[in-house]
């Protein structure tokens, strides 16, 4: 096929395209970026480009006045290449990215900013099979016959056939905006040409047509939107295979720790907007990373599929999320429908689909049917819980029978956000620490990035190459846990005052010195504080008691519990013992607990491999009832006898009690 | 048809107190005051044993207080300025059978005195009264761990309960009431959660949960009363379980809540209806005293002499 030679001016970026592709497409594969609000459509003229040299096919359109078409100006989406081409790209045309003041941009990213970082990709605990692979876009190469006197049907119906025979899609759609380049199209790649068909609402929609044979290049992107961190995962969509997993904080921080904060800012003025830009500025973001990384045309990305809670979904969409929090706490959409990725203003092929879990209520969103969806609850006949530890702590107890689902407000704390030195579970964190009782001596392991093999050959993570950067959350449960065992703490939280060179009185309160300046990565030694300490006792006792509560509401106790899945951010290595003896955990048989990761993430990728996964996301989402813990009257109560470590109930905790922990 | 008593089988018992050593202790108390120890509800002779009888003490200060009503102050008239003469005066004119030492005047913002100086006058008054003593501190929490400490050391081995010992500042009285063979009062917000913790911890220190007594924090009539009663309630209910971290005895600072009440110190001019004051305070103390005893309160520290003889006929007339 032929090849054209197109340079963007200023950026002086040059791209080799087939013919036939659109201006904005190139623009695109070239890492040009162009205003496009409506995906392609020829709707909103925010993609005009003046054409300086070169041959191009164009619609007609009103969005160039007949003055800016005497000076060569152009819809970069209506047009198509014909020849090599020059084309400049006028600044207002240029993605409003870069528009921000420095000040917003500082006030955007103030204390939180980090770059996203590689982050190990959540398995499923399903295995991957046990769904039919179908994900939300998949690509068809086609060599259509040419129409003759015999054959005549339209170029459209000849399409439709050609699929046909191929798949069973009773139903399909196509954008008049793909009908009106059909023709040309269809011509110019001597009839050959891939199809991107998108799963859209129970229909099939034809999303793109590309020249040549493209399908090959086909891959989507799954999401979990948390309140504190963002994670994402490039699939490829042909073979499944997950490419790069990346996870960053949400940017959105600075404008609030908690969804209600942000529910708030809001309703100022511009406030859904900036909390709205901060979110998909972040996924853009990381987005561009992955793509770039693993070399992939931004063109060929044609869905994401994303998890969050109901507000991170209403925020995304930029949907206003005000009556969230009013009373009877109603979302405006839990089931929101597969859209077009730009409509939301995520950057990936400018057709692409975007498609959310559905969510449960209010405050329980997308993310926990998605977790639902890969720990397989809905499935078995044994009672099982769900605890997603993040900065709202969501928990499902159930079977196949019944779904039961409550949330509590726990606090950023465990995904290393609002303690004085939390980190992400992300290389240079301490996530295991050991003390031992007498000189308080310190040992501790940081996530390192090396990897090597071990003696049976199975994959094992060196540990403890990089310095210490952070605590990330599994480290704040060890050092808890283990200065408790040392003696070294009360139950109540606070630090015995002792002469030893860890401990002191910092700024914060008394603090527990960790690794000091000299062993670490760090500009200033590594601490934990009695205002840390006070934050974790906040949050594990949220989640206990919200547990708990569950358990006591449906009539139950925790010894009818099979299996415990523990998901969350934190990474998947948590110390049982240790989880158990600061009362994050009831204390149960040990095997009983399965500790998943990011079950969200996991569960939003088999969405977007597969649409009978996202059928049964929609089967759970109707299916798990919500229990509102703030008007249990019993639930205050159970939460400030969780604010003790263990508990204040010890027989609760018969492992710490007998000694054994 | 005769009906038959449901009878309720408890596991647990509070635990007893010992208030006060004698010369055969090595004290020089000339008796033991002994609280606690209930296997029943208040007074549900028939469910369990409820060996020791609710005891009042005389609350008197280290200075003389400045906002106590008139109809209260008359009561202690020419007393109150000397603390040794208004605490021989309960025990000799009010048969006092214990005192409760407010050492208020320690409070930076009242006469802040010393430690030594509170130390002082905690060894003189015991040399002018025998009964056995409670001593609270002036509710600084800075101050009152430079000053119960020493006044700890100065009634070592009178077996005294100290108070009070709170959430976030009870090491230091605990270490204090440890090394010198007293009991504590650990004080929670209205909160049975927090009372448990603080019974935790405070016996982490080392020190046996069989000294402890629980403050709750109590409402006077009127003014949260029934909030008090329901958390006595639910910490007796636990204890009788088996629950040994909140079978503590209770005290109750009957007289400080009741005194605070508009309707216990309004005079009659101000409001006709109410009827006069000489009355009203008494009873309004009384009352909130025998609701409390009802929850399960151990010791009443109350203020009108009046009120205390009407509540001592009541616990008499209960514990028949």
């Known amino acids: ?661 | 048809m005769a009906g038959e008593l449901m009878l309720e089988k408890w596991s647990g018992a509070v635990s007893v107190i010992n208030i006060g050593s004698t010369k055969e202790e090595g004290g020089t108390r000339s008796r033991v005051i002994q609280v606690g120890g209930e296997a029943a509800l208040p007074f549900l002779f028939q469910e369990g044993v409820i060996p020791h009888k609710p005891v009042i003490a005389f609350e008197i200060w280290d200075t003389a207080p400045a906002d106590w009503p008139q109809e209260l102050t008359k009561s202690y008239a020419g007393v109150l300025a000397n603390p040794f003469v208004w605490a021989q005066m309960c025990v000799k004119e009010y048969k006092a059978e214990l005192l409760c030492i407010k050492l208020q005047g320690a409070h930076p913002d009242f006469t802040d005195k010393s430690p030594d100086e509170e130390a002082k006058f905690i060894s003189q008054l015991l040399k002018k009264v025998d009964v056995p003593l409670i001593i609270l501190g002036c509710g600084d929490d800075t101050k009152d761990n430079l000053v119960l400490p020493a006044c700890c050391e100065a009634a070592k081995g009178e077996r005294c309960l100290v108070g009070s010992a709170v959430q976030d500042n009870y090491k230091t009285l605990t270490a204090a009431v440890l090394a010198d063979g007293h009991n504590i009062i650990a004080e929670s917000p209205i909160d049975i959660n927090i009372a448990k913790q603080l019974n935790i911890l405070i016996s982490d220190m080392g020190l046996p949960l069989e000294r402890i007594v629980i403050n709750p924090t109590i409402g006077a009539l009127g003014y949260g009363l029934e909030y008090a009663y329901s958390i006595m309630e639910r910490a007796r209910l636990a204890a009788l379980a088996g629950d040994k971290t909140v079978a503590s005895p209770f005290i109750c600072l009957v007289g400080q809540e009741s005194w605070r009440a508009k309707e216990a110190k309004a005079l009659m001019n101000e409001f006709p209806t109410w009827g006069p004051e000489s009355e009203r305070g008494a009873i309004w103390e009384a009352v909130t005293a025998t609701a409390l005893i009802q929850a399960g309160a151990d010791i009443l520290v109350m203020r009108h002499p009046r009120a205390i003889e009407k509540v001592n006929k009541y616990i008499e007339e209960l514990m028949k």
């Open chain 1, 1 to 661: 096929m032929e090849k054209f030679k197109i340079t963007f001016y200023p950026d002086n970026k040059t791209i080799e395209v087939e013919k036939g592709k659109n201006i904005l497409s190139a623009a695109i594969s070239a890492g040009v970026y162009i205003n496009s609000s409506c995906g392609g459509d020829g709707v909103c003229g925010r993609c005009k480009v003046i054409l300086k040299k070169g041959q191009v096919i164009t619609q007609p359109t009103g969005r160039i006045s007949l003055d800016e078409r005497k000076k060569g100006f152009y819809l970069a989406c209506l047009t198509t290449i014909q020849s090599d081409l020059d084309v400049e790209v006028p600044s207002e045309s240029r993605l409003d990215l870069e528009k921000l003041s420095p000040e917003e941009i500082d006030l955007r990213l103030k204390g939180l900013y980090s770059e996203s970082e590689e982050v190990e990709p959540p398995e499923s605990i399903l295995g991957e099979e046990i769904f039919v692979h179908s994900p939300l876009a998949t690509k068809l190469y086609l060599e259509l016959p040419p129409p003759d006197l015999e054959d005549k049907i339209s170029d459209l119906e000849r399409l439709y056939r050609q699929i046909r025979r191929i798949q069973d899609i009773p139903i399909m759609q196509t954008g008049l905006s793909n009908i009106r380049r059909l023709g040309e199209l269809l011509r110019a790649s001597d009839w050959k040409i891939t199809l991107t068909l998108g799963k859209r609402n129970g229909t099939t929609e034809l999303v793109l047509i590309e020249p040549g044979n493209t399908s090959h290049k086909n891959f989507g992107l799954a999401f979990d939107i948390g309140t504190t961190t963002i994670s994402g995962q490039l699939v490829d969509l042909n073979t499944k295979k997950v490419l790069g997993t990346k996870a960053t904080y949400n940017k959105q921080a600075s404008f609030g720790s908690d969804i209600i904060t942000r529910i708030i800012y809001a309703q100022e003025q511009d406030g859904l907007e900036k909390l709205h830009h901060a979110v998909i500025d972040g996924m853009n973001q990381m987005i561009q990373e992955l793509i770039h990384e693993h070399n992939i045309d931004l063109n060929d990305v044609n869905c994401i599929l994303c998890a969050g809670n109901t507000t991170m979904v209403h925020l995304l969409l930029r949907v206003d999320p005000t009556y969230i929090r009013r009373q009877p706490y109603v979302p405006v959409a839990n089931f929101v429908p597969t859209i077009r990725a730009s409509e939301a203003g995520i950057k990936i092929n400018p057709r692409g689909l975007l498609s959310c879990v559905p969510g449960i209520s209010s405050y329980v969103g997308g993310d926990v049917t998605a977790g639902v969806l890969s720990c397989g609850l809905d499935s078995t006949e044994d009672l099982s819980i769900l605890i997603d530890i993040g900065t709202n702590g969501e928990i499902v107890l159930g079977n196949r029978d019944f779904l039961i689902s409550a949330s509590a407000s726990a606090g950023p704390a465990f995904e290393g956000s609002g303690v004085s030195c939390g980190m992400r579970s992300s290389r240079g964190a301490i996530q295991k620490v050991k003390i031992t009782p007498g000189d308080f001596q310190v040992t501790y392991n940081t996530i390192g990035t090396s990897t090597a093999l071990s003696a049976d050959g199975e994959r094992s993570r060196t540990i403890g190459e990089a310095k210490p950067h952070g605590i990330c959350g599994s480290g704040y449960i060890d050092i808890i846990a283990q200065v408790l065992r040392a003696g070294l703490l009360d139950k109540n939280g606070k630090i015995k005052m002792l002469k030893h060179r860890r401990i002191r009185d910092g700024e914060y309160g008394r603090e527990f010195v960790l690794a000091f300046k000299e062993e670490t990565d760090s500009t200033s030694d590594i601490v934990i504080t009695e205002v840390d300490i006070e934050n974790i006792k906040r949050a594990k006792a949220a989640i206990y008691s919200a547990t708990a509560a569950l358990v006591k509401y449906m009539a139950l106790d925790f010894s009818k519990i099979k299996k415990i899945f523990i998901a969350g951010g934190f990474g998947t290595c948590i110390d049982t013992d240790n989880a158990i003896s600061i009362g994050l955990l009831p204390d149960l048989d040990r095997s009983k607990f399965i500790f998943v990761g990011n079950s969200s993430l996991a569960g939003a990728r088999a969405i977007l491999l597969s649409y009978e996964a996202m059928k049964q996301a929609n089967e759970i989402a109707k299916k798990i009832t919500y229990f509102e813990l703030s008007v249990e009257p019993g639930y205050m109560d159970e939460y400030m006898a969780a604010l003790f470590f263990p508990h204040t109930d010890l027989s609760k905790f018969p492992s710490t009690k007998e000694g054994r922990l």
